[in-house]
């Protein structure tokens, strides 16, 4: 964000005894403040990339992640100091104004004194009551509580005029295209708008929803900043509100150098390193749909978070697979959770702002082992969740028998607070029971190459952590087979492996084909089990030196006079011998 700057000493005195002297008095202080900021930041060379957006006045763009932010100098560091003890000369001549209280939240919380800043929120004694939950839902958002903090939020939203509340609480500024047309069209909105929020909590693992919860901070942000100076050297506008509200407020600044013919520079906000798009793109929310969607990852799009209780939020590579039961369907997941050596240090506890681990109804952690759960949010719900603990570098393994109707959406997550990292695998998936009579398979799920379960409920202890293989591995994959009915049929299996450059040739020679054939499968043949039940199968393949790439394994069945079914899993070929 960008915008020409001067900049002026800051010489902070005691505030006059008119009410209204008093009050001029504090805006100066801000005001100076905000200009020291911009003279003081440090400089960034050259100007900025093409801007990605423009928000009024304010030029938008989506970086890579800096490896850190620039430090804040020590003059703007004092100078805040200085400020705050004016404000609260100013608060004691006018106790109940609401901009200066404002102002003493505001900038106690950017300079990391939350615990102050708490204290004043709860001896707040505004006029509007409603203010004082909403600074105490933005300071216990900061302090990483996400269920006071809604607690707090929500009982300003009652208490705040309607207008503003229905503001506040609109979430269509943060979605894209395809989610906002998916939100219109949704016949009760307040209940599609709960289950965004729900798909936009980072981690079910953290105790509360602190993406809804930073929603209303950066309401509550926006609302301490009207009528302010900024380090733009502009008032604040509607323009500013906007990008507040769907990118938070910056966590570093700098300032660049002054272009020919300019007398200053302009002010450059940054956002925190590891922010990410938290909304789910549309296709997971399809009705009826059956092939799992992964989650986007992306920084990019209409808005941007990350907890304040992490410093980064990874994607976990991994698998989730369904079996359909007669009482639901029983979920099964697992991922490998990175090692000590991909780890980051650990954060000083005094700066984590974590929420205590005995909130989460979990055992406290050994060393640096991570707490692991597997979620199902779905109807603006988390409706299944199954816990663990695992070591760095380990496999994480879980499971859970959910209802089995509608969609959802599946969540994998591990995080080690004492690390300040979290790694998730989400996506969305449909849960719709199987219809009676209906050939269909259930989900493949690669196994440890040594693993032979006897049964579905076996492979949620043998699943594969990783999707990753080397061209030498064997590839070992479960699945079930549905509605075969009853009496004596003959069942057809026919396995294929596609992608990869030069795998053609390379499966030829390994499955000895005959012929000129332009498919390359495996196939065989058996007759159905006395019984109904599902047929459970385990496909072991090996891998003959696979060229390195993305590889999909189909597997479909046929019986006489039915319609064949057929499922994919997909996999990656890395070359022998890389790390």
């Known amino acids: 964000m960008v915008q020409k700057a001067g900049a002026q000493p800051i010489h902070p005195r005691p505030p006059p005894p008119d009410s209204a002297d008093a009050r001029d008095h504090a805006r100066r202080l801000q005001a100076r403040f905000e200009r020291l900021r911009l003279r003081e930041a440090p400089r960034t060379l050259g100007g900025h990339p093409e801007c990605d957006d423009i928000v009024g006045r304010l030029c938008i ?224 929310l399809e009705p ?48 490998e959770v990175p ?32 707490l692991a759960g597997l979620f199902l949010a779905r109807d603006g719900r988390v409706a299944m969740s199954a816990w663990g603990a695992v070591a760095p570098g380990a496999a994480v393994r879980l499971s859970g028998l959910v209802p089995g109707e509608g969609t959802g959406v599946v969540s994998l997550e591990a995080w080690t607070p004492s690390r300040r990292v979290a790694y998730r695998l989400r996506q969305g998936t449909s849960l719709a029971a199987q219809m009676p009579g209906l050939l269909a398979l259930s989900d493949l799920v690669l196994l440890e190459a040594a693993a032979d379960p006897r049964d579905a409920s076996q492979t949620a202890n043998v699943l594969r952590g990783g999707t990753v293989y080397r061209g030498d591995d064997s590839l070992n994959v479960a699945f079930e087979v549905y509605g075969l009915g009853p009496g004596s049929q003959t069942i057809s299996f026919r396995a294929w492996v596609a992608g990869g450059e030069g795998l053609l040739s390379r499966l030829a020679r390994w499955l000895r084909l005959r012929g000129p054939s332009r498919e390359v499968s495996v196939e065989w043949e058996e007759a159905s089990p006395p019984g109904l039940p599902p047929l459970f199968r385990v496909l072991r393949l090996r891998l003959p030196g696979l060229d390195a790439g993305d590889y999909e394994l189909t597997v479909e069945v046929s019986v006489p006079g039915r319609t064949p079914t057929r499922r994919n899993r997909r996999f990656v070929v890395e070359p022998i011998g890389a790390p």
Not at 132 to 143: E, L
Not at 306 to 324: E, H, K, M, N, V
Not at 354 to 365: G, I, R, V
């Open 288 to 335: 009826g749909r059956e092939a799992a969607v992964h989650w986007p990852e992306s920084r990019r799009g209409p808005t941007a978070y990350l907890p304040p209780y992490l410093d980064s939020l990874g994607a976990l590579d991994g698998q989730i697979g369904r079996f359909r039961r007669p009482n639901g369907v029983f979920v099964v997941a697992a991922a």
């Open 61 to 284: 763009w989506h970086g890579d992640d800096p490896d850190s932010l620039p430090r804040e100098p020590s003059p703007v560091t004092e100078a805040r100091a200085r400020m705050l003890a004016g404000l609260d000369s100013v608060a004691l001549r006018i106790p109940g104004d609401a901009w200066v209280f404002g102002q003493r939240i505001r900038y106690l919380a950017e300079a990391g004194r939350l615990g102050e800043a708490a204290g004043l929120a709860a001896a707040c004694g505004l006029p509007e009551a409603w203010r004082c939950d909403a600074y105490m839902g933005f300071v216990r958002h900061q302090q990483g509580d996400a269920q006071a903090a809604e607690a707090a939020f929500r009982s300003a939203l009652a208490a705040m005029p309607s207008e503003r509340a229905a503001q506040w609480a609109d979430v269509s500024p943060l979605l894209d295209r395809g989610l906002r047309s998916w939100l219109e069209a949704q016949p009760d909105s307040a209940t599609a708008a709960e289950h965004l929020w729900t798909l936009a909590d980072p981690l079910f693992l953290s105790a509360g929803n602190d993406r809804w919860t930073a929603h209303m901070s950066r309401w509550t942000y926006a609302m301490s900043s009207e009528r302010t100076w900024t380090p733009h050297q502009m008032r604040w506008g509607d323009d500013l509100t906007k990008v507040v509200v769907r990118y938070g407020w910056p966590a570093a600044w700098e300032s660049s150098w002054p272009r020919a013919g300019q007398r200053t520079g302009s002010a450059v906000g940054h956002d925190s390193p590891g922010v990410r798009r938290t909304f789910p793109g549309r296709e997971v």
């Open 339 to 370: 090692g000590p050596a991909e780890l980051p240090e650990p954060a000083p506890q005094a700066k984590s702002g974590l929420p205590d681990p005995a909130s989460l109804a979990n055992p406290a952690l050994p060393g640096e082992a991570a």
